[in-house]
């Protein structure tokens, strides 16, 4: 039987594709890919000469009904998107949902993604975390996201479009004070790689502070809450205290 491969592809740095990639996406019947003009840059670059058809968040329903009919004909299909790992916050959940419902194999390859790459070289914890993706655009349901890392203890990870990172810093220091440690990571694996570790305060200083900072893309990480359980009741705390004062 014929198999959905899922492949990953760089997010700014060509030298990331893996050799599987190249190979799966040289053997393929079909590609789909979110915008098939941009990924035939890519494509080209690898003398990758397979059939390419789109796939986006507009077309996903009728194409999944279409890729299901070439895959349950034999037909080897690998789904691309405009970079990083396809389903992360990019379109192919349909298709993937559909394909396992109709019992066609899965294949999902490793490879680049922007928000396991930032979170790995951020400096905060990364035993647990959650990946939100993008905030929501209007304001209340913005606001109704951030109140839920009040209280959590693990880093959460938020992908955000050049255009809103200014306001989304801003909310978040409305959302959970002016002391909760961000790291914000833009242009990664590209030649202006940054990371900016700082307070919400520190960080919109240094996006105001060159019209440079706020262009390009971003993963924005939001460090957890200390843990409650760090705080020793207040009963303990007074007891302490006064065995300070006898302490030479
Ligand atoms: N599927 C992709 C992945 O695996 O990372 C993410 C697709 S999502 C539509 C695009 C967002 O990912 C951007 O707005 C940005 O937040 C983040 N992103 C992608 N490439 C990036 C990079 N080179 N540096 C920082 N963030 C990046």
Redo the contacts with the bound molecule.
């Keep these: 039987a014929a198999t959905l491969y899922i492949v990953?592809t760089p997010?700014?740095n060509l030298q990331d594709i893996t050799q599987r990639a190249i190979d799966v996406l040289g053997a393929v019947d079909w590609i789909a890919a979110e915008d098939t003009r941009h990924s035939q840059k890519l494509l080209q670059h690898f003398s990758i000469q397979a059939k390419t058809l789109s796939l986006h968040d507009h077309n996903e329903e009728k194409r999944t009904q279409m890729l299901c009919n070439k895959l349950l004909g034999g037909e080897a299909v690998a789904l691309i998107?405009?970079?990083?790992?396809?389903l992360?916050?990019?379109p192919g959940f349909v298709l993937v949902r559909a394909c396992r419902a109709a019992g066609i194999n899965v294949v999902a390859l490793p490879g680049?993604?922007?928000?396991i790459t930032?979170l790995s070289a951020s400096g905060l914890a990364t035993d647990r975390f959650i990946f939100e993706g993008f905030l929501p655009v209007k304001n209340q349901a913005r606001m109704n996201v951030l109140a839920t890392l009040l209280d959590r203890t693990c880093t959460s990870v938020f992908?955000?479009?050049p255009r809103r990172i200014l306001d989304t810093v801003n909310d978040i220091k409305t959302a959970l004070g002016p002391d909760r440690h961000l790291v914000l990571?833009?242009?990664?694996?590209?030649t202006f790689e940054t990371y900016v570790s700082d307070t919400p305060d520190g960080i919109i200083a240094w996006l105001e502070a060159d019209a440079v900072h706020q262009k390009?893309?971003?993963?924005l990480m939001v460090a957890g809450a200390p843990p409650a359980s760090d705080e020793l009741p207040s009963e303990a705390m007074a007891l302490l205290k006064r065995l300070k004062q006898d302490l030479p």
Excluded: Q, R
């Excluded at 998107?81 to 396809?86: E, K």
């Excluded at 680049?112 to 928000?115: L, V």
């Design positions: 990953p997010i700014g998107s405009d970079a990083g790992t396809p992360i916050s990019d680049p993604c922007a928000a930032a992908y955000e479009a990571a833009k242009e990664l694996t590209k390009g893309e971003f993963v």
